[in-house]
């Protein structure tokens, strides 16, 4: 199983606060290194209770405990239009949700079911009317319940029903996992005339690019423990995009509520939420779209950023040289 964020990664749990050992002597200042550097990104392996330290060791260990959050990597960024328009056309040769729902008057300019390349001058633009897209990662376990959202996109495909203006809604939920194929089965089993649904594997590069094209995201990642927070809304959050997220206990130290995003409860909630989002799409002076300007001025840190600020210190510290 594998949330497509994660595809080809470790997985991180309580990986946000690093534990390191620092014998009083250096006689194992290499040991802590290695075993430091032979993690990636968020997972930190202290020398704890599971390694085997001579028990004189282990008297003399102090352990320092630093808090890194997880940061996005550099690629997760705001996608540039015509990428969009290069991924679109990519999608929609395999996914109709991406397909023009009308072909051009004239055949050379290319149409996918959000953007347009005229064929003389090659300027991408956004369709007029377009649907909104609405994006999700999960690797298809109990731990995120999808008929939440489910239940949340039937609401707001019958407030357009009843004369709601509001946007079709594409929605691509990425991933791999056990459940994948039951969930698959709910949604064919879904009759939206508004909503298309789909759910791709997407190629590692294609998925920083989809979350950069989108408008809106949705986490329904519950933590087991309580204490760990979704990494897929934090390269959400790289790509400058809102996000509407379940709520948890430690969640409010990523996604504030009214400022990057919103948190809900239940499928009530998500679809009064969709429905305030995603009134008069795409307005300038909408709340989705603030939330976006939010993100783009937070200045936001980046993994290697963060590294070096919080946990390079605490390498360089530990080794040989640096007390030269």
């Known amino acids: 199983m594998c949330d497509q964020r994660n595809a080809g990664r470790p997985g991180r749990k309580l990986g946000h606060q690093v534990g390191v050992w620092r014998g009083e002597g250096s006689q194992h200042s ?21 390694v085997s330290f001579p028990a004189s060791q282990m008297a003399q260990a102090v352990l320092i405990a630093v808090t890194v959050y997880d940061k996005p990597a550099s690629f997760f960024k705001e996608t540039p239009l015509d990428l969009q328009h290069q991924l679109f056309m990519k999608l929609g040769r395999t996914y109709s949700a991406f397909r023009a729902s009308s072909e051009p008057s004239d055949p050379a300019t290319e149409r996918s079911a959000f953007t347009e390349r005229d064929a003389g001058s090659g300027m991408v633009t956004r369709l007029h009317g377009r649907p909104a ?18 239940a949340a996109l039937e609401k707001f495909e019958q407030l357009i029903l009843d004369g709601e203006s509001l946007p079709s ?26 909503i298309q649904v789909c759910t791709p594997w997407l190629e590692a590069e294609d998925y920083p690019l989809l979350l950069g094209s989108a408008d809106l995201g949705v986490c329904l990642h519950k933590s087991s423990s309580g ?38 409860k ?5 679809a009064a939420q969709l429905q305030m989002l995603f009134s008069k799409f ?14 783009q001025e937070s200045k936001q840190l980046r993994w290697d950023e963060s590294w070096k600020q919080t946990v390079l210190p605490l390498l360089m510290d530990m080794t040989p040289w640096s007390k030269d």
């Open 30 to 50: 290499w040991s802590q290194l290695q075993c430091l550097l032979s993690c990636w990104r968020g997972i930190w392996i202290s020398p704890g209770p599971g």
């Open 133 to 150: 897209l609405l994006v999700s990662s999960t690797s298809w376990t109990e731990d995120e319940d999808f008929s939440i959202l489910l």
């Open 169 to 194: 809604l594409v929605c691509v939920i990425t991933g791999k996992g056990p459940l994948k194929e039951y969930y698959s089965r709910l949604i064919g089993q879904k009759r939206f005339q508004h």
């Open 227 to 264: 204490l760990d927070l979704p990494m897929k809304v934090v390269d959400m959050f790289g790509c400058c995009l809102p996000v509407c997220a379940v709520t948890f206990q430690c969640l409010h130290e990523l996604v504030k509520h009214e400022e990057n995003g919103l948190v809900f």
């Open 266 to 270: 239940d499928s009530e909630e998500l």
């Open 282 to 295: 795409p307005d300038p002076a909408g709340k989705l779209n603030q939330f976006r300007k939010n993100l």
